[in-house]
């Protein structure tokens, strides 16, 4: 279980939790006197020794809890308690004195702060992300969340609701000035208020509730006798609420939050405060009669300390996530000022980034992206033939009269006039415009979408046909060097090291039956029937963006393994992956097919697409590209069985041999329609 613990510093107790973060629920808490004014190194080791002996309690450690998170009264910014008078303290960095002692993060928030975090996370405010809180006590506490976030100004002092100005010439404040809302709306202030009036109605009941003695008097008694009909007793209250509606409706009016809570003792009357109360708010607040904030009890009572303080590493996490790729955002030529910086999608090889920005007169997206040196051995590389065949795409677009922001991802270059950031750190990062109304698709639910597949890796062909692919990088070497595959596969057999090769001779001998065969490709390029074009070699589904609207496709994706290559094997990956009747791994061979269907549909439209630039030495090849393909991936999987499998991962043994064998069967049923789907290209060959 993950857990973080809440510190919550009160002038006259502290009080610790140990809480469970996923749940936020508290497992375990304890509390000692404050005894302030005390030293802060005093009051950090008995914070210390509470922490550690309920951690020992649970069996945890400290070193296992995610941070410590501390709320104190007073004015607190950046782990510094600038000034808290209950403590007698005054720039205290007790932040980081309390994180050398413990070995683990410490964030601070001010408690009334840490209250209204606790109830936008967790209480009344979860999934919204806007919330004020008044806690009415000894004095008016406020806190305010905007987006999420902790608001407290530039200095620390921010949501002082309590001292929000309410009668320029009223009553004078604890704070010194006059007029305040707590003035008016604290416990304090509405016992100190029926006390004045008890001396106007000497019959109030209230008089009876206090047994005659005003010192014993609580700020539940004026609720009670208004509950009772007393007149006295009415007019404190409804005075109360009148006051403290005008305090509401006043940050209503500025921050339009979509939840205030009002936490403290006298939060305990529910409907006899809230209703009146919300109605003289509706009167009060500006706003559209839908939508309105909702005025209401704190969740949170005496733990909202604890459970608030526990939960400031979530906020510190988010703020450093978002300003560290804000941070990269701005070596980048975008336009507008950031107003967000989110993860993005569920890209599982870059993380990804979704960057929005406001201009005049509109808004911009962005995706931002860091290259995963771990996969992409050579990004540099990467980056370069990312870079040309965007900018000869975009050139291509424009000339056709299309809309080159649309129809292929651009880059957004550096402030240096790069096409890629790299980092102190050794990252890359590069920015592309986002395409707006698009949408991407996991797998093939439709036929017609296998054939716009097929359309859009066509045109892309089209649209890169006058590219001199021998200039790219060859950025995975022998990628599609079937030969090669073959030379590897027959080293795993000749070696034999893990004995497994008994298991698999049938599909050795398969392989070695078709040793001519592998170099077909390489004949043909040899003799100059075969150019070299600009390949994707990642021709799924989902790396085609089709229009939200059309749901056509608009351009191909994830140009991170575009290299030189044939254009066959773009072709002859889509067939084996999508022309195949089961899955990869599928262990009754009776079911693994070759659908001839499925691959009429996806020459259809890879032929229309390329729009004649595939060669007639090309389209002679299509078929046999099928076919090389699904042998050379076989051949891999058969490779890596032998191997250990150490490349492809496997969830169950024998599973790589499994793979193996789907593939022979593809490629001897293949072998067996050889006639038909050569027939099949010539059909739409003609067409073009
Ligand atoms: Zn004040």
Same mark, same amino acid.
């Given at each position: 279980?993950?857990?973080?613990?809440?510190?919550?510093?009160?002038?006259?107790?502290i009080?610790v939790?140990?809480?469970?973060?996923?749940?936020?629920?508290?497992?375990?808490?304890?509390?000692i006197p404050t005894k302030?004014?005390r030293?802060?190194e005093d009051i950090s080791k008995d914070i210390v020794r509470l922490i %550690?002996?309920?951690?020992?309690?649970?069996?945890?450690?400290?070193?296992?809890?995610?941070?410590?998170?501390?709320?104190?009264?007073?004015?607190?910014?950046?782990?510094?308690?600038?000034?808290? $008078?209950?403590?007698?303290?005054?720039?205290?960095?007790?932040?980081?004195?309390?994180?050398?002692?413990?070995?683990?993060?410490?964030?601070?928030?001010?408690?009334?702060?840490?209250?209204?975090?606790?109830?936008?996370?967790?209480?009344?405010?979860?999934?919204?992300?806007?919330?004020?809180?008044?806690?009415?006590?000894?004095?008016?506490?406020?806190?305010?969340?905007?987006?999420?976030?902790?608001?407290?100004?530039?200095?620390?002092?921010?949501?002082?609701?309590?001292?929000?100005?309410?009668?320029?010439?009223?009553?004078?404040?604890?704070?010194?000035?006059?007029?305040?809302?707590?003035?008016?709306?604290?416990?304090?202030?509405?016992?100190?208020?029926?006390?004045?009036?008890?001396?106007?109605?000497? @019959?109030?009941?209230?008089?009876?509730?206090?047994?005659?003695?005003?010192?014993?008097?609580?700020?539940?008694?004026?609720?009670?006798?208004?509950?009772?009909?007393?007149?006295?007793?009415?007019?404190?209250?409804?005075?109360?609420?009148?006051?403290?509606?005008?305090?509401?409706?006043?940050?209503?009016?500025?921050?339009?939050?979509?939840?205030?809570?009002?936490?403290?003792?006298?939060?305990?009357?529910?409907?006899?405060?809230?209703?009146?109360?919300?109605?003289?708010?509706?009167?009060?607040?500006?706003?559209?009669?839908?939508?309105?904030?909702?005025?209401?009890?704190?969740?949170?009572?005496?733990?909202?300390?604890?459970?608030?303080?526990?939960?400031?590493?979530?906020?510190?996490?988010?703020?450093?996530?978002?300003?560290?790729?804000?941070?990269?955002?701005?070596?980048?030529?975008?336009?507008?000022?950031?107003?967000?910086?989110?993860?993005?999608?569920?890209?599982?090889?870059?993380?990804?980034?979704?960057?929005?920005?406001?201009?005049?007169?509109?808004?911009?997206?962005?995706?931002?992206?860091?290259?995963?040196? %771990?996969?992409?051995?050579? =990004?540099?590389?990467?980056?370069?033939?990312?870079?040309?065949?965007?900018?000869?795409?975009?050139?291509?677009?424009?000339?056709?009269?299309?809309?080159?922001?649309?129809?292929?991802?651009?880059?957004?270059?550096?402030?240096?006039?790069?096409?890629?950031?790299?980092?102190?750190?050794?990252?890359?990062?590069?920015?592309?415009?986002?395409?707006?109304?698009?949408?991407?698709?996991?797998?093939?639910?439709?036929?017609?979408?296998?054939?716009?597949?097929?359309?859009?890796?066509?045109?892309?062909?089209?649209?890169?046909?006058?590219?001199?692919?021998?200039?790219?990088?060859?950025?995975?070497?022998?990628?599609?060097?079937? =030969?090669?595959?073959?030379?590897?596969?027959?080293?795993?057999?000749?070696?034999?090291?893990?004995?497994?090769?008994?298991?698999?001779?049938?599909?050795?001998?398969?392989?070695?039956?078709?040793?001519?065969?592998?170099?077909?490709?390489?004949?043909?390029?040899?003799?100059?029937?075969? =150019?070299?074009?600009?390949?994707?070699?990642?021709?799924?589904?989902?790396?085609?963006?089709?229009?939200? %609207?059309?749901?056509?496709?608009?351009?191909?994706?994830?140009?991170?393994?575009?290299?030189?290559?044939?254009?066959?094997?773009?072709?002859?990956?889509?067939?084996?992956?999508?022309?195949?009747?089961?899955?990869?791994?599928?262990?009754?061979?009776?079911?693994? @097919?070759?659908?001839?269907?499925?691959?009429?549909?996806?020459?259809?439209?890879?032929?229309?697409?390329?729009?004649?630039?595939?060669?007639?030495?090309?389209?002679?090849?299509?078929?046999?590209?099928?076919?090389?393909?699904?042998?050379?991936?076989?051949?891999?999987?058969?490779?890596?069985?032998?191997?250990?499998?150490?490349?492809?991962?496997?969830?169950? =043994?024998?599973?790589?041999?499994?793979?193996?064998?789907?593939?022979?069967?593809?490629? $001897?049923?293949?072998?067996? %329609?050889?006639?038909?789907?050569?027939?099949?290209?010539?059909?739409?060959?003609?067409?073009?």
């Amino acid at each position: 279980m993950e857990y973080c613990i809440g510190v919550d510093l009160g002038g006259t107790s502290i009080k610790v939790g140990i809480v469970d973060k996923r749940n936020v629920k508290i497992i375990n808490s304890g509390s000692i006197p404050t005894k302030a004014p005390r030293a802060a190194e005093d009051i950090s080791k008995d914070i210390v020794r509470l922490i %550690n002996g309920l951690l020992d309690e649970c069996g945890y450690s400290i070193k296992d809890a995610l941070w410590i998170g501390v709320a104190t009264p007073g004015i607190v910014k950046n782990g510094t308690v600038i000034s808290a $008078a209950n403590l007698g303290w005054s720039n205290v960095p007790f932040g980081m004195l309390l994180s050398r002692m413990l070995g683990r993060p410490v964030f601070l928030a001010n408690d009334a702060n840490a209250a209204a975090y606790a109830e936008a996370i967790a209480g009344v405010g979860k999934g919204r992300s806007t919330l004020a809180i008044l806690t009415l006590g000894t004095g008016v506490g406020g806190g305010l969340v905007i987006n999420g976030k902790i608001f407290d100004g530039f200095n620390g002092f921010a949501a002082e609701i309590g001292h929000m100005v309410i009668n320029a010439e009223g009553r004078a404040c604890a704070c010194g000035k006059r007029g305040c809302l707590e003035a008016y709306c604290s416990a304090t202030a509405l016992v100190k208020e029926s006390r004045r009036i008890m001396g106007l109605y000497r @019959d109030s009941l209230m008089w009876q509730m206090c047994d005659g003695d005003v010192s014993k008097l609580t700020a539940k008694m004026p609720f009670d006798a208004k509950a009772a009909g007393d007149v006295a007793a009415s007019l404190v209250v409804d005075d109360f609420i009148e006051n403290l509606a005008v305090g509401i409706s006043n940050v209503i009016n500025i921050f339009q939050p979509s939840v205030i809570c009002i936490g403290g003792g006298i939060s305990g009357q529910g409907d006899a405060l809230m209703k009146p109360l919300s109605d003289r708010v509706e009167r009060l607040s500006f706003g559209l009669a839908q939508g309105r904030t909702k005025v209401t009890v704190a969740k949170f009572k005496n733990d909202a300390g604890i459970i608030g303080a526990s939960l400031l590493g979530l906020q510190e996490k988010d703020r450093k996530n978002m300003s560290f790729a804000e941070k990269i955002s701005t070596h980048f030529k975008i336009e507008g000022e950031i107003v967000s910086a989110a993860p993005y999608g569920n890209g599982h090889i870059n993380d990804t980034f979704l960057i929005k920005t406001r201009v005049n007169g509109g808004d911009r997206q962005y995706i931002l992206q860091r290259i995963n040196k %771990n996969v992409f051995k050579d =990004p540099e590389s990467l980056m370069k033939n990312f870079a040309v065949i965007t900018e000869y795409l975009s050139g291509v677009i424009e000339k056709a009269g299309g809309d080159a922001d649309r129809e292929t991802l651009s880059l957004v270059k550096t402030f240096d006039g790069k096409n890629y950031l790299l980092t102190p750190d050794g990252d890359f990062w590069r920015m592309m415009p986002y395409i707006t109304d698009s949408v991407c698709y996991d797998k093939v639910e439709r036929p017609e979408q296998f054939y716009e597949s097929a359309v859009a890796f066509g045109r892309f062909q089209r649209m890169l046909e006058g590219f001199p692919a021998e200039t790219l990088y060859e950025t995975i070497p022998n990628f599609h060097n079937t =030969p090669d595959r073959y030379n590897k596969l027959m080293e795993e057999v000749k070696s034999n090291k893990l004995k497994r090769l008994s298991s698999a001779l049938p599909e050795v001998e398969f392989a070695k039956e078709r040793e001519e065969f592998c170099k077909t490709l390489e004949v043909e390029r040899r003799e100059g029937r075969l =150019p070299i074009r600009v390949t994707h070699n990642d021709t799924k589904l989902n790396n085609i963006l089709f229009d939200k %609207n059309t749901d056509k496709p608009i351009c191909v994706i994830d140009l991170d393994t575009i290299m030189p290559g044939y254009s066959v094997n773009d072709f002859g990956d889509s067939i084996r992956f999508g022309a195949s009747t089961a899955s990869e791994d599928e262990r009754n061979l009776d079911l693994v @097919d070759f659908d001839i269907e499925l691959y009429e549909l996806y020459v259809k439209g890879f032929i229309e697409g390329s729009g004649g630039a595939l060669t007639e030495g090309e389209l002679k090849m299509l078929p046999i590209g099928a076919i090389m393909m699904t042998l050379e991936c076989g051949m891999r999987f058969l490779t890596d069985y032998l191997a250990g499998d150490t490349y492809f991962k496997t969830s169950r =043994p024998g599973q790589n041999l499994d793979r193996a064998r789907t593939q022979f069967k593809l490629v $001897a049923e293949m072998e067996k %329609n050889l006639d038909k789907m050569h027939e099949i290209v010539n059909k739409y060959s003609r067409k073009v």
